[in-house]
Nanobody, 129 residues
Framework: QAQLEESGGGSVQTGGALSLSCAAS????????VIWFRQAPGKGREGIAH???????DYAHSVKGRFTISQDNAKNTVYLQMNSLKPEDTGMYYC???????????????????????WGRGTQVTVSS
């Protein structure tokens, strides 16, 4: 059973940057889609970026141009570089994975969390104004 663990969250001021990591272990398939969701207080989980096993990346409109998702297959780790952070980026950030060569949606904002079977526990990102 695959396990995911996020790291790298923290507190920054508006305009700052953070880099999140999602380390995976126990993968039973060679192909996965990995997605970053975030959840602001009192709101549902929003898909913001995903990467497929063939390195196709897609971003939600809210983060496009500011966030970059990448992966290191040798380390089974997916990264999320977040630049130009805004207070509305505040929330708990989760990585999740689903087996398959492609991500189930071309827009992570339209991804249903129920499509992803493997989840990390999340890491908190707080952006102050």
């Amino acid at each position: 059973q695959a396990q995911l663990e996020e790291s790298g969250g923290g507190s920054v001021q508006t305009g700052g940057a953070l880099s999140l990591s999602c380390a995976a272990s126990g993968y039973t398939s060679n192909t996965y889609c990995v997605i970053w969701f975030r959840q602001a207080p009192g709101k549902g989980r929003e898909g913001i970026a995903h990467i497929s096993s063939i390195n196709r990346t897609d971003y939600a409109h809210s983060v496009k141009g500011r966030f970059t998702i990448s992966q290191d297959n040798a380390k089974n780790t997916v990264y999320l570089q977040m630049n130009s952070l805004k207070p509305e980026d505040t929330g708990m950030y989760y990585c999740a994975a689903a087996s398959g060569a492609y991500c189930p949606s071309t827009n992570p904002a339209f991804s249903n969390p129920e499509w992803f079977h493997y989840w990390g526990r999340g890491t908190q990102v707080t952006v102050s104004s």
